[in-house]
């Protein structure tokens, strides 16, 4: 069984840093595509962070680039997003998602497509909050 456990969410003034983890069990990072989505209120889950099982390529919301990095460790397959410069339009439950796209011929046949909608992955973990004060 696929699990999934973030931590590391908090409340951080503007301009401020926070690293979140997501410790994870029951997945291996070659055939897992992984990342981090967010929930602000009002608004829908959006990716923020994605790494692509194949070739493990990394791409970002426009809204973080140069502000957020994600980055993997392979002997723990555990993710971390280290977010710098942190707005407060960055505010919101944070979560960790996974999937292995069997079922997408799509993923399968393609090398370079990364699904990026949320209602594509089926593992959650149950999020972090993290709020930004300006």
């Known amino acids: 069984e696929v699990q999934l456990v973030e931590s590391g969410g908090g409340w951080v003034q503007a301009g401020g840093s926070l690293r979140l983890s997501c410790t994870t069990s029951?997945?291996?990072?070659?055939?897992?595509?992984m990342g981090w989505f967010r929930q602000g209120p009002g608004k829908e889950r959006e990716a923020v962070a994605l790494?692509?099982?194949?070739?493990?390529?990394?791409q970002y919301a426009d809204s973080v680039k140069g502000r957020f990095t994600l980055s993997r460790d392979n002997a723990k397959t555990n993710l971390y997003l280290q977010m710098n410069n942190l707005k407060p339009e960055d505010t919101a439950m944070y979560y960790c998602?996974?999937?292995?796209?069997?079922?997408?011929?799509?993923?399968?046949?393609?090398?370079?497509?990364?699904?990026?909608?949320?209602?594509?992955?089926?593992?959650w973990g149950q999020g972090t909050q993290v709020t930004v004060s300006s």
């Open positions: 029951g997945l291996t990072f070659a055939t897992w595509t």
């Open positions: 998602a996974a999937d292995a796209f069997h079922w997408s011929d799509r993923v399968r046949r393609s090398d370079g497509f990364c699904p990026t909608s949320w209602r594509d992955y089926g593992i």
């Open positions: 790494v692509f099982h194949k070739g493990g390529t990394i």
